[in-house]
C-alpha cells in the first residue's frame, strides 16, 4: 500500500512471533502486567510509550499475548483511556508546532503546503473515528481551538 502524501510504496514492517504463548522465562502474570500498565497510565503515558517501557524495562513482547487484551482496551476497561486517540493526537501536535513555525516564518511556503497535508489527515481520521464511535459525531478539527487539545 502507497503513503498517503508522498511517493513510496514501502511495505517494510516487523513482524511478530508466530507462537502467541508466553515464554518460559517471563516471571510475570496478567495482574502484574495489568497493575504496571495501571501505574504508567496515572503518570500520564500513552498506551504505545507504556509498550515501549514494557518491553524495554520489563521484558514483556506483546502485552495481548499475557493478558489476553491490548493496552488501550485494558486502559478503557477502568476508564482511563485518552480521550482523544493517539494518532489523532499526535497529528494534533504537528499541526500545531507547524503553525506556530508559520507566525514566526511566514514565508515557508513549504511548511504551509505541508501544514495543509497534515490537517487533511486529520480530517480524515477525525472521519474514520467518528463513524467507529470513538469520537463523538460533533466533534471537529478547528486550527484556533487546537493548542488547547493537546496542552
Not at 10 to 15: E, L, R
Not at 17 to 26: H, K
Request: glycine content about 6%; charged content about 30%.
Amino acid at each position: 500500500m502507497g503513503r498517503m502524501h508522498a511517493p513510496g510504496k514501502g511495505i517494510s514492517q516487523s513482524a511478530l512471533p508466530y507462537r502467541r504463548s508466553v515464554p518460559q522465562w517471563l516471571k510475570l502474570t496478567s495482574d502484574e502486567v495489568k497493575d504496571q500498565i495501571f501505574k504508567l497510565a496515572k503518570k500520564g503515558l500513552t498506551p504505545s510509550q507504556i509498550g515501549v517501557i514494557l518491553r524495554d524495562s520489563h521484558g514483556v513482547a506483546q502485552v495481548r499475548f499475557i493478558t489476553g487484551n491490548k493496552i488501550l482496551r485494558i486502559l478503557k476497561g477502568m476508564g482511563m483511556a485518552p480521550e482523544l486517540p493517539e494518532d489523532c493526537y499526535y497529528l494534533i501536535k504537528k499541526a500545531v508546532s507547524i503553525r506556530k513555525h508559520l507566525e514566526r516564518n511566514r514565508k515557508d511556503k513549504d511548511a504551509k503546503f505541508r501544514l495543509i497535508l497534515v490537517e487533511s489527515r486529520i480530517h480524515r481520521l477525525a472521519r474514520y473515528y467518528k463513524t467507529k464511535g470513538v469520537l463523538p459525531p460533533t466533534w471537529k478539527y478547528e486550527s484556533s481551538t487546537a493548542s488547547t487539545l493537546v496542552a
